[in-house]
C-alpha cells in the first residue's frame, strides 16, 4: 500500500464543472509518468502508482476547480521537509498543458501497510511499539523544525514500510504553518475527534469559534495525538471517546486509564535492564 502527501482543498465553488479527475486510469500518460493503479482517493484527490525511467512514483491528482491558495502554499512548505520517517515530495505541476484541468503532485511511493493493519497483523512487543512511535516522533520534530503542524497523526497516516520496517508519516491534506490555522471561518481545524488535543476540545468548550475565531494548532497537539496512537497500539482502544460531550469531558478532567488496566499483557519489567513487554 502506498501513501502520500495530500493537498488542502478550497471550498467548492458555484457554478463551476469539476474536471473528470476519475478519467484518469491505468495506462494513462500524466506529464510522462505511466498510471499503473489507484492506490486510493478522498476529499483532497486521488492517488495513483505511477513509473516512470523504472522507478515508482505515487501521483496526486486533483481538480483545479477544488484547489485553494492554501493548497500551493501547502507543497512549497513541505519541499522544505527532507527526512526518512516523512513522505517525500518530488514536485507539482498543473496538467494538461494546454488545457490544465489538475494539479498533480508527485510523492516518494511508500511500499507498507499502514500502521494498523501492520499492528493487527505482525502483533509486535510494547518494545517493538516503542521503537516504531520513536521513529515517528523523529519525523514529527522534522516536520516542526520546519513550522508546520500536521494536525492529523493517527494510525492510517503512519505506514510501515516495507524493506526495513520503519515507519513513515504521510498525508499532510490539513497540515498548517505554526502560525496560520489550515481552512477558513471558525472553529476547530479538519482532523480526527478522538486524536484531539485537550487544548483543542478546551476552545471549542469555551465555543470562541461562535465569534468567529479559529484553534491555532501547534507542535504540542501533534504530540498528544501521537501519544493516543501509542495508547492504540497498546491496547487497541482509543483513551477517551470523544463520540459525545460526556467523552470530550473526559478527556479535560482525567487521565486515561494506565495501558495495563485495559490490556493486562502490558507490562513493565523494572529489573535492572528494564523492557516492556506484550505477550503475544
Not at 463551476?16 to 476519475?22: E, F, G, L, W
Not at 525511467?53 to 491558495?69: D, N, R, T
Not at 477517551?240 to 473526559?250: H, L
Amino acid at each position: 500500500m502506498s501513501q502520500g502527501v495530500a493537498l488542502s482543498a478550497a471550498p467548492k465553488r458555484r457554478g463551476r464543472r469539476r474536471p473528470k479527475v476519475a478519467e484518469v486510469g491505468p495506462g494513462t500518460d500524466v506529464g510522462s509518468y505511466m498510471v499503473e493503479a489507484p492506490l486510493g482517493s478522498g476529499g483532497f484527490g486521488t492517488v495513483f502508482r505511477a513509473r516512470r525511467g523504472g522507478q515508482l512514483y505515487a501521483l496526486k491528482v486533483l481538480s483545479l476547480a477544488e484547489v485553494g491558495p492554501s493548497a500551493i502554499r501547502e507543497v512549497l512548505a513541505l519541499s522544505r521537509v527532507h527526512h526518512r520517517h516523512v513522505v517525500g515530495l518530488h514536485g507539482f505541476w498543473q496538467w494538461p498543458d494546454q488545457q490544465p484541468q489538475c494539479l498533480v503532485v508527485v510523492m516518494e511511493y511508500v511500499q507498507g501497510r499502514q500502521l494498523d493493519v501492520w499492528a493487527g497483523t505482525e502483533n509486535p512487543s510494547a518494545l517493538g511499539v516503542l521503537r516504531l512511535v520513536l521513529g515517528v516522533a523523529r519525523a514529527l520534530e522534522a516536520v516542526h523544525s520546519a513550522r508546520l503542524v500536521h494536525c492529523d497523526v493517527k494510525e492510517a497516516n503512519i505506514v510501515v514500510r516495507e524493506e526495513d520496517g520503519e515507519p513513515v508519516l504521510v498525508d499532510f491534506g490539513v497540515s498548517a504553518g505554526q502560525q496560520s490555522s489550515p481552512g477558513e471561518g471558525g472553529g476547530l481545524p479538519p482532523g480526527t475527534p478522538d486524536y484531539r488535543s485537550p487544548e483543542a476540545w478546551r476552545f471549542w468548550r469555551a465555543k470562541s469559534w461562535a465569534q468567529g475565531e479559529r484553534y491555532q494548532p501547534t507542535p504540542a497537539d501533534d504530540l498528544y495525538a501521537l501519544g493516543v496512537v501509542l495508547y492504540w497500539l497498546l491496547t487497541e482502544v482509543w483513551p477517551f471517546d470523544t463520540s459525545d460531550a460526556e467523552g470530550i469531558e473526559e478527556v479535560l478532567r482525567r487521565a486515561p486509564k494506565p495501558p495495563h488496566e485495559r490490556n493486562p499483557r502490558v507490562r513493565l519489567n523494572c529489573s535492572s535492564n528494564s523492557s516492556w513487554e506484550k505477550a503475544g
